[in-house]
Every structure is written in C-alpha cells, then in structure tokens.
C-alpha cells in the first residue's frame, strides 16, 4: 500500500463524469485514468492544481468547500479576502462597498489576505540575505507548486523558502489580535474565500506546519454568486463598516505574476502555467540554467487572477488590481497595517515552515533489479504502441500505458489499436476484446440495448458509405 | 538495459536531451534524486563537450540494479594533454567565448567530481573516449 500524503479538495462528480478523458490528458503529474467509464486520481500523484477542473467538459470536477452557514457556529466571524476577490467586480463596485457586503452577509470582521505581505516581504529579504541556502530560492507561496516540487521534483525540495505564505501570516495575526480581546480559540472562525483548490488543500492538510490557524473554506464562486446578487439587488443603504488601513501597492499586486519577483534584488524570475513551470523546473533540475536566485512559481496562468475558482476574465481581473495599485500608490500609503505592526514580534517568531519533505512518486516499484525488469517491459511494450496518445485505453499516452502495463496495473488490451490487430491476427477473442472495452468505458456506457437504439442509423451510415451513388 | 544516443557536433540546441532522457529513466527506477543529480551533471558535462569540440559521438549508457555505466567515444581533435585537461580551469577557449560565460574549464573536473569511477582515452587527431560509472548507493 502507498501511503496517502495528502488531503485532496479536487472530487470527480460520479452521476456526471462520462470519462471522456480530458482531464486526463491535461494532468500535469499524470494522477488521471479512466477506468470503469470514469475519471480515478490518484491521491498520491494530485497536486490539487486544478487543470483538470478547468478542462472538464461536464463540470463533473468540483471542489470540496466548507458549508457556508458554518461561519455562523463561531462568535468571531473573520472573512478572510484576497485582492484577486474585489479585482472580478467592476470599478464602480469599490471595496467598502464589498466589505459591507460581506459584513451584511453574517460576517463581523473583513480582512484582505495581503495584509501580512509587508512583514513577509521583510522576512524574504532577510532569509536571501542568508547566504546559506542553496540557489535558487524557490517562493513558497502557491501550495500547489510546492506539492508539485515534493513529487516531482524531489532534489528541488531544499529549494524552497521555508516561509509561511501571507495567508498564514494574516491569519495568525487576526488569532492573536482576537486573543487579546479575549476571545477564546472555539469562539474564532477565520474563513478564507479560495480561488484555488491548491490554497483549500493546503489548510486541510499544512505542508510544513502543523496546524493552519485558517478554520474553513468557502470558494471563491460561490462567494462571488453571494456578493453579486447583493449588488445586482441595487440596495442603496449598505451598513457602514470600520475602515481598514488600505494595503500598500505591492500588497495588492503580490499574488499577480511578478508580484513577488519585482520586489527583490538580483536576478528573479517569474513563471506562471504550471506546465511552464514544469518545463523551467526540469531546466533547472539539470543544471542547465543556472545564477538564478529567486524563482517566483505559480500553478494558474497569470497566477491567482486566473485561479480555477475566480469567476472574472484574469487578465480583466490583472487590470484592476493594477488600477487599484496605482490608485493607492498615489495616496502615499506606506508602512505596515496596525494588525501586523502591534503583532510583529509573535509574527516573526512564527513565520518559519517546518522542514518540507520530498515525496517522490513512485514510478515502478520493487527492489532496483525488479525496477529494472519493470523499465525494461515498459519500453519494450512502448515500442508496440502506436503513439498516438489518444486516451482511448483510459491512460493519458502510450507511455503511460506501457507503464501501468509493467506494473500490473493496465493490459497491452486496453489500447485499440493492439486489440484489432490481435483480433484479426486470431489471437484475441472479440468477446474478451468487448470486455476489456467495458472495463474501460463503463458497462452502463456501451451496453448493448442502448446502442441498439444507434444501431440502425449506424447501419445507414454504413450503406451511405459503401454505396456512394444510391 | 542500455540506452544508446548519437550526438552531433555544434548541435548546441540538442545539447542536454539524453541526460534528460536517463533522467526520466533514473526516476523510474527510483534512484536517490541526489545520485540522479550527480549522473546527470556529469552526463550533460560529457555531452555538452562532444557537442563543443567534437564532429560526431556517440553515448552508451548500461542502467544496472546497483550502477550506471556511461561510455561517450566521439570523432573529433582529441585532447593532447588530459592531465592539463582534468585542471580546474584549464581550458582551450579563446578570451572571447569565457567572457561569454562558457568554456571555464570545469568540464572534465565537474565529471570526476560527480562519477565513481572515471576513465579517459585520447588520440590527438583522431578522439576521445570518456567512460565512468556511478554506483547508486553511497559508499559507506
């Protein structure tokens, strides 16, 4: 048994998932197969980076969230906001406007997420001035590029800047600030508003931590849904709600794509697509790129604006943050916010992640000359394939294929391709060939009475074609 | 299992791809990511040298449960002096191409640095012949 690292937020909604296998062919780590006329991920493989969701036809992946009626068990009802929440709404929606939303929707206390940046940023700059930390840095701000770095990645782990994100900060600041006034910890219910399924898995199981001082969840679209109606409602008289400092510009473009990599010296980079990232990551892995000293990953094209749960177009969503930073640079905001400045010394003190382990995936298992023979049959299996990549066995490419096939966990019948040659070769039974086919499809999906109703226009079809002139 | 790669001389935009490929081999078979690191570092060095100062070579590389034995023979202008070869920063590249940020002489170095065991043949005008192996557990 492989033992399960990981909390997963990602669920294949089984009444809707038809396994058509497109997830399965845009999944980065390859934790997709279909088997039984559905989509299976592999917990061990899933990094939670949410291709799969974006590229489902059906909606039949959905991320797993909290209640939201939940907030309401608690006596401090803390919204925890990112920037990327406000940046979907149109300018004429500013953010006292959302936050009273918020207010009126049950909540009594609204926070922006990037309130923590400032003190993250400080703690950044101090841990690459430590010269002891091998190069480059690598950010640890999106979850689902860390995770992404445990498995695949394996000698990159050590890369990783051992910093909580500004999620964590903030939070932990909010606990703090509400224990001064007394509050006691099942009386504190902090709820972050998600673009990601990454940021979700990343609460429910920390990576680095032992505990997230975040209580729930709620996702980003349904909270957009919430606040849009109220909006769309017209009301004119919304409750009036204690103004929080304005964040600074870099706060408010730090989840942005180079919203961490502007702000620091020496050479930084920023990569966003998580594919992209794969491919810089390999580079780097080889040393063939190297003097670089700041890498600031993220899985979403154009980062969390294009996060899966963000409802707005990213690059509109980009602008407005942008707007909203120059805006505010112009106010001449600077410093740190009162909730980060009064708790800066509890903040810094707990601002360090634990050790972070790798967590390689396990490619073919046994002892290395058992590996070995495996490898061997995956190539030689590989070499019959047709590489076409097509999906059709319920793998995502011939390469997978030939490797669940050496580890016992596929058949060479499963791609089509083989099966009709062996058919017409004699060696393989069509029934045998059929079952194999149900196994992958689903029986319900090909069973003989449904397409008995196909079945005389598919006749049709067939006279058209071999009779061209009739 | 062996696994065969022809490099071309001045093939610089190719210039890795085998070491990546046994990369993804080493992975597989679940070697330890920091011995993959050393192995591929020393591989990427030797192909890298066959791209720069030879016409044609060929890798050969012999995945065994416990080792990997890597043997690169290329056609080129051979090294006249391996001993001054093997100095760290000993290197035959003009002012011009090392402010360019290449040739530093770490190549045969970085190689030896990386393999257990190393062995090097040369015939000046005729080519060079870099073997080594790696073993994938540490030497206790």
């Given at each position: 048994?492989?033992?399960?690292y990981?909390?997963?937020a990602?669920?294949?909604?089984e009444?809707q998932?038809i396994?058509c296998t497109?997830?399965m062919?845009?999944c980065?780590t390859?934790?997709?197969r ?6 299976r991920i592999?917990?061990n493989?899933?990094?939670d ?5 974006r590229s489902?036809p059906l909606k039949?992946?959905i ?10 068990k608690y006596k401090?009802?803390v919204?925890?906001?990112?920037a990327v ?5 149109p300018?004429e929606a500013?953010?006292?406007?959302i936050t009273s939303?918020?207010?009126e929707l049950g909540?009594?206390k ?8 400032s003190?993250?940023?400080?703690a950044m ?5 430590q ?8 950010s640890?701000?999106?979850p689902a590029i860390v ?6 990645f ?5 890369h990783i ?5 500004p999620?964590d900060i903030t939070a ?18 902090i709820?972050?508003?998600t673009?990601c399924?990454a940021?979700i898995?990343a609460i429910k199981?920390?990576v ?15 909270m957009?849904n919430?606040i ?20 600074e ?6 989840t942005l794509t180079?919203?961490?990599?502007n702000n ?5 980079l920023a990569?966003?697509?998580?594919h ?6 390999e580079k780097i892995e080889?040393?063939d790129?190297t003097?670089i ?6 899985a ?5 604006a294009?996060g899966?749960?963000?409802q707005?177009?990213?690059?509109l ?8 930073a120059?805006n505010?640079a112009?106010?001449?905001?600077t410093?740190m916010?009162?909730?980060?400045a009064?708790n800066?010394?509890?903040l810094?003190k707990?601002?360090g992640l ?7 995936l396990i490619?073919l ?5 058992d590996?070995?023979r ?6 030689r299996a590989l ?7 097509c ?5 995502p490419?011939?390469?997978f ?7 016992g966990k596929?058949?060479?019948k499963?791609c089509f391709y083989i ?8 060696v393989l ?5 059929f079952?194999?086919?149900?196994h992958i499809?689903g029986k319900?999906k090909i069973?003989?009475?449904?397409w008995n109703?196909?079945f005389?226009y ?6 058209k074609e071999n009779n061209p002139?009739? | ?5 022809h490099?071309?001389?001045g093939d610089?935009?190719n210039?890795g791809s ?13 070697v ?11 591989l990427y060095?030797?192909e890298?040298?066959i791209?720069?100062h030879a016409?044609e ?5 012999d995945?065994q ?7 690169l023979s290329?056609?080129g202008?051979?090294?006249p002096?391996?001993e001054?070869a ?12 090392r ?5 530093a ?6 190689i030896q640095?990386n393999t ?13 012949k ?8 540490p030497?206790?």
């Amino acid at each position: 048994m492989e033992t399960k690292y990981f909390h997963h937020a990602l669920r294949v909604v089984e009444n809707q998932c038809i396994g058509c296998t497109h997830c399965m062919k845009v999944c980065p780590t390859g934790a997709i197969r279909v088997i039984d006329g559905l989509a299976r991920i592999d917990d061990n493989r899933c990094v939670d980076c949410g291709m799969c969701l974006r590229s489902c036809p059906l909606k039949a992946i959905i991320v797993e969230q909290d209640d939201f009626s939940r907030i309401f068990k608690y006596k401090h009802r803390v919204a925890l906001i990112p920037a990327v929440l406000i940046g979907q709404f149109p300018e004429e929606a500013p953010t006292p406007l959302i936050t009273s939303i918020l207010y009126e929707l049950g909540f009594n206390k609204v926070v922006e997420v990037e309130t923590g940046v400032s003190l993250l940023k400080q703690a950044m700059e101090e841990y690459m001035s430590q010269k002891t930390h091998p190069h480059p840095l690598i950010s640890s701000f999106c979850p689902a590029i860390v995770r992404l770095i445990q498995v695949r990645f394996p000698a990159l782990v050590e890369h990783i800047m051992l910093l909580k994100p500004p999620l964590d900060i903030t939070a932990l600041a909010i606990r703090q600030e509400l224990y001064k006034s007394g509050a006691l910890d099942d009386e504190i219910g902090i709820f972050y508003v998600t673009p990601c399924a990454a940021k979700i898995a990343a609460i429910k199981s920390p990576v680095g931590d032992k505990e997230s001082p975040v209580t729930g969840v709620i996702n980003m679209d349904t909270m957009y849904n919430k606040i849009y109606r109220v909006i769309k409602a017209g009301k004119e008289d919304h409750c009036v709600v204690p103004e929080n400092q304005p964040l600074e510009k870099m706060a408010i473009r730090w989840t942005l794509t180079h919203g961490e990599a502007n702000n620091f010296e020496g050479r930084c980079l920023a990569i966003d697509e998580i594919h992209n990232v794969i491919n810089f990551l390999e580079k780097i892995e080889n040393e063939d790129i190297t003097n670089i000293d700041f890498l600031e990953l993220r899985a979403c094209d154009q980062s969390c604006a294009g996060g899966v749960l963000v409802q707005g177009n990213r690059f509109l969503v980009r602008e407005r943050l942008k707007n909203r930073a120059r805006n505010e640079a112009r106010k001449n905001n600077t410093g740190m916010a009162p909730l980060i400045a009064d708790n800066q010394e509890y903040l810094m003190k707990h601002i360090g992640l634990e050790e972070l382990q790798a967590r390689p995936l396990i490619h073919l298992t046994g002892e290395p000359a058992d590996a070995l023979r495996k490898m061997d049959l995956a190539r030689r299996a590989l070499k019959c394939l047709p590489h076409l990549d097509c999906g059709a066995c319920g793998t995502p490419s011939c390469e997978f294929l030939a490797n669940d096939i050496a580890m016992g966990k596929a058949s060479i019948k499963q791609c089509f391709y083989i099966s009709r040659l062996l058919e017409k070769q004699g060696v393989l039974d069509p029934d045998e060939a059929f079952t194999t086919l149900c196994h992958i499809w689903g029986k319900d999906k090909i069973r003989e009475e449904r397409w008995n109703t196909h079945f005389q226009y598919l006749n049709e079809l067939l006279d058209k074609e071999n009779n061209p002139d009739k | 299992m062996e696994l065969k790669f022809h490099i071309m001389g001045g093939d610089f935009s190719n210039a890795g791809s085998a070491s990546s490929e046994i990369k993804r081999v080493l992975k597989q078979i679940n070697v330890p990511s920091d011995i993959i690191k050393s192995i591929v570092v020393a591989l990427y060095e030797a192909e890298v040298n066959i791209v720069a100062h030879a016409y044609e070579g060929d890798m050969v590389v012999d995945v065994q449960p416990d080792r990997l034995i890597a043997v690169l023979s290329d056609k080129g202008p051979g090294i006249p002096d391996i001993e001054l070869a093997m100095q760290e920063g000993y290197s035959t590249a003009s002012p011009k191409v090392r402010e360019m940020g290449f040739g530093a002489g770490m190549g045969l170095p970085n190689i030896q640095k990386n393999t257990d065991i190393l062995n090097i043949s040369s015939t000046p005008g005729e080519g060079t012949k870099v073997s080594f192996t790696v073993f994938f557990k540490p030497k206790s």
